[in-house]
Structures are given as C-alpha cells and as structure tokens.
C-alpha cells in the first residue's frame, strides 16, 4: 500500500479543499459587499471560476445560488436597519443595495413572510437581553434558509 496523502485520491482531495477556499472566500465577499452592485461575474472572479462553473459549485457548497444568498444577507441587515433605526423604507433598501423598493418589498416578503412596513411595525426595539433579542428576530429556520414559514419550531 502506498502511503497516506499520496496517489491519485489525495490530489481530489486537495482540488475539493482548494475549491471550499475559493467558495469561502468568495461568500465572505458577498458578506462584505452585500450592500454594492454584485453580479455573479464579478463574485466569480473572486473564486478564480468561470461564472457558470461557480453557480453550481457555490449552490452544492452552500446549498443556495450566490444571488439569493446575497439577496439573504440584504434582507437580514434590512431586517436589522428596520428594528433599530428610524430610516425609511426606501432608505433602508437603497443601504442594503436594492435598486428597486419593489423588487426589495417582494424579496422581504418572500423571505421574512410580511412586508418590511409589517415588519418594522411588529418588531420594535426590545429591552431584553441581547441574546434573547436575536433568538426572537432571527428568521424562522423550518425551511432551508429562512424563507417565511408558517410557525416557529420549538426546542422542546
């Protein structure tokens, strides 16, 4: 037997570490720059990978395209913006980088299940502790990344 990280399987598993990497790095970039324009191009350039080949890998990794993962960071931070400040909406789907409050409102709505109005209405700044603030204002988790569900899962 040859010895361990040689021949043939090591190198795949080289290529996938290397390939987690670049996905990393380049998600850590949306993370950064959720706010500016960002387009899969420029995201895949990031990676070092063709756009094409970066939408699939980025989804199996991650288990979501890299437009609505950034379109999830946007609405988290509006979330956030909405609770906290006195801006408007408006304001805050230009801060989040929306272009457009329609699509931003449809997107909200699709992800939290109500609209950023209904949202800032129903969750205003709490005086609780920290943690228990984000535990109640963190999206709902029964689907796979937040979209709006129909109830709270319980820890019990």
């Given at each position: 037997?040859?010895?361990?990280?040689?021949?043939?399987?090591?190198?795949?598993?080289?290529?996938?570490?290397?390939?987690?990497?670049?996905?990393?790095?380049?998600?850590?970039?949306i993370d950064r720059a959720y706010a500016e324009p960002l387009d899969v191009p420029a995201i895949a350039a990031v990676a070092h990978l063709s756009p094409a080949h970066?939408?699939?890998?980025?989804?199996?990794?991650?288990?979501?395209?890299?437009?609505?993962?950034?379109?999830?960071?946007?609405?988290?931070?509006?979330?956030?913006?909405?609770?906290?400040?006195?801006?408007?909406?408006?304001?805050?789907?230009?801060?989040?980088?929306?272009?457009?409050?329609?699509?931003?409102?449809?997107?909200?709505?699709?992800?939290?299940?109500?609209?950023?109005?209904?949202?800032?209405?129903?969750?205003?700044?709490?005086?609780?502790?920290?943690?228990?603030?984000?535990?109640?204002?963190?999206?709902?988790?029964?689907?796979?990344?937040?979209?709006?569900?129909?109830?709270?899962?319980?820890?019990?």
């Amino acid at each position: 037997m040859g010895r361990p990280g040689r021949g043939p399987a090591a190198g795949v598993s080289r290529e996938v570490e290397e390939l987690n990497r670049r996905l990393l790095r380049a998600r850590d970039a949306i993370d950064r720059a959720y706010a500016e324009p960002l387009d899969v191009p420029a995201i895949a350039a990031v990676a070092h990978l063709s756009p094409a080949h970066f939408s699939r890998c980025f989804r199996a990794a991650f288990g979501e395209t890299p437009h609505r993962y950034l379109q999830r960071r946007r609405i988290e931070r509006s979330m956030f913006l909405l609770r906290e400040t006195v801006r408007s909406v408006t304001d805050v789907c230009s801060d989040v980088g929306f272009t457009s409050l329609g699509t931003f409102s449809r997107t909200f709505r699709g992800i939290v299940g109500e609209s950023p109005s209904g949202y800032r209405r129903g969750h205003r700044p709490i005086t609780v502790p920290h943690c228990v603030q984000m535990a109640n204002t963190r999206p709902a988790t029964s689907s796979s990344f937040g979209e709006a569900a129909t109830g709270r899962e319980s820890l019990a």
